[in-house]
């Protein structure tokens, strides 16, 4: 077995006399400096075994000590002492099985956040008064009879369907005013002249038991002509209120749709109407009428209930639990987005992009189409954008809006009874009675509104207390079983890390610092023994010489 010498060199200062091989102080000098060596050699020895620690890779903690005091269930019954065996294995299996499913569990709840599902809650809330909403109304025929004449029928023949060389077949009025002025028609001035004046029609108003008139109605201009707004709110005027529900608390109008007045049907075009009676539309006051496409019909010859339910707040969620549009309204013609306005808003502007007009009801500065207009384009354009092109004009929900919703009722009028008294009391033939008096009584059925809102359904706290709750119950974990996880992993890391670079050039340097290691061999190559022979018999050297051999002795001893 080859020995190994530990030589510790030191030099001396001048001042110092060397012995005859360099120790040749005296006794106490000699005990200084052997229990200095020996304080030196301890601090050596401990150097040694913390690189010997380093170097040997000793983990931060050991992976069992780590699984017994971990939180996470199961673990410790995992990674024993003495190696794996089949508790382990089992222990193992039953671990990987409840993860597995926790997994499953965690992806089910992520994918059912991610579709961001919302649930609607319909609350009724009562109250003491509530503003009436605003009722627009057109008579389905735009232009009456009476008020055509003949350059008015050649100026409208292209809506109308008739050809100039075909006969009319009714008497026509004679030429207005407006004929000789020289100016060129205009398709609104001609419907604000020859419509269906309120006046005329109103035969009876009433409202919450008092009288009302045409003066409490604001002229609108719609697909049908010239239409009229009851309690639009406009012009500075207050919004009425009613007070109580059921009916005789709200509207009550009696009308004369003048079915004498209607223009004959020459041919089918988009203007022309084969019904009789008149379109009704209650909305907010916030909201344009769109009769065309959202009114009810009223029919002659019958009593009409309409009892309201007012939905207000109805509060809808934007994307992507939603679809509502949370935003205001861009638009040059109204103030609140709503349906109504952006199809309006969205009709002009196509139009007035391919037709270079704008029909009557639509608002703007954009000129007037004219009748051969409207055939040729207008109609044309806005049939295909409602039927065909429908990335145009696509208007989202708003999230906050006010509805109505309705339930009609209706009766015969007159009856056999009061045929004869209505017909004198407006002047009026039985039949003409039946063919063109209506009533249309409209009231809150109760004196509540409706709120409807849309509420998320699955937010991000459910989220964490699920996937927290399927934690605790399948592998008994919590989030600060996750932070020791990772704590370990972190420690892992820095570890090796320290291992490969840090730690193994602390120890190259340190090794700078040892003794020379001197083996047998390398003594006995140097020949020590020759020059020691000549030195004084019995010369004997400190025991701290050499490490770990108190006893006294020659060099020769040791190396020879």
């Not at 229990?35 to 690189?51: F, L, M, N, V």
């Not at 001035?189 to 006046?199: A, D, G, K, P």
């Not at 119950?473 to 079983?481: D, Q």
């Not at 996880?485 to 602390?506: M, N, P, S, T, W």
Request: proline letters at 6%.
């Amino acid at each position: 077995m080859p020995i190994q010498i530990f030589c510790s060199v030191s030099f001396s200062s001048g001042k110092e006399a060397p012995g005859p091989l360099g120790d040749v102080q005296g006794p106490h000098q000699r005990q200084q400096r052997d229990s200095s060596e020996s304080e030196e050699e301890e601090e050596e020895t401990e150097k040694e075994a913390a690189r010997k620690e380093a170097s040997e890779g000793d983990l931060p903690t050991d992976l069992v000590a780590f699984a017994n005091s971990c939180t996470l269930h199961g673990a410790r019954h995992i990674f024993m002492e003495g190696g794996p065996g089949v508790k382990q294995a089992l222990w193992a299996v039953a671990f990987v099985l409840a993860l597995g499913a926790f997994l499953c569990q965690v992806g089910d709840r992520v994918a059912y956040y991610l579709s961001y599902p919302h649930v609607t809650l319909l609350n009724e809330v009562a109250t003491s008064e509530l503003a009436f909403p605003a009722v627009t109304l057109c008579n389905t025929n735009a232009v009456r009879l009476s008020q055509l004449s003949y350059p008015d029928l050649l100026y409208l023949a292209p809506m109308l369907g008739l050809d100039e060389s075909d006969d009319p077949g009714v008497p026509l009025a004679p030429p207005g005013p407006e004929a000789f002025s020289g100016e060129p028609f205009n398709l609104h001035r001609f419907y604000n002249r020859s419509c269906h004046r309120l006046e005329d029609m109103l035969l009876y108003c009433s409202y919450c038991g008092g009288p009302c008139g045409p003066h409490n109605f604001s002229v609108v201009f719609t697909r049908y002509g010239k239409c009229y707004t009851f309690n639009s709110g406009r012009d500075g005027r207050p919004l009425l209120k009613t007070m109580k529900g059921g009916t005789g608390n709200g509207l009550e109008i009696m009308l004369d749709i003048q079915q004498d007045e209607y223009l004959p049907v020459w041919g089918e075009t988009d203007e022309t109407s084969f019904e009789a009676g008149i379109k009704v539309q209650i909305h907010s006051q916030d909201e344009p009428p769109f009769i065309d496409q959202l009114g009810f019909g009223v029919a002659p010859g019958f009593q009409t209930f309409v009892a309201c339910q007012e939905q207000r707040q109805l509060i809808y969620l934007p994307p992507p639990w939603g679809t509502c549009k949370a935003v205001t309204m861009d638009s040059d013609f109204f103030d609140s987005y709503s349906i109504t306005a952006c199809r309006i808003d969205c009709e002009t502007r196509y139009l007035v992009e391919n037709c270079n007009c704008r029909m009557v009801h639509m608002p703007g500065d954009a000129p007037y189409c004219t009748p051969e207009q409207y055939k040729e384009c207008a109609d044309p354009a806005l049939d295909f954008l409602v039927e065909k092109d429908q990335e145009y004009c696509v208007c989202e929900m708003p999230c906050n809006l006010t509805r109505y919703a309705k339930e009609l009722s209706m009766v015969k009028i007159p009856s056999k009874a009061s045929a004869k008294y209505l017909a004198k009391k407006f002047n009026k033939s039985e039949q003409y009675i039946g063919e063109n008096i209506l009533v249309l009584d409209i009231f809150f059925e109760v004196l509540n509104y409706e709120t409807i809102e849309q509420k998320k359904a699955y937010e991000i706290a459910g989220l964490l207390g699920d996937i927290g709750g399927q934690m605790g119950l399948f592998i008994g974990a919590s989030i600060l079983t996750v932070l020791e996880l990772f704590d370990y992993a972190y420690e892992v890391i820095k570890h090796r890390l320290c291992r490969r670079g840090k730690c193994q050039k602390e120890a190259k340097r340190s090794s700078a610092d040892k003794g020379v290691a001197l083996s047998l061999d390398d003594v006995k190559r140097h020949n020590p023994c020759e020059s020691l022979r000549g030195h004084p018999a019995g010369m004997t050297y400190a025991a701290n010489i050499l490490p770990h051999h108190p006893a006294r002795g020659t060099f020769e001893d040791f190396t020879c």
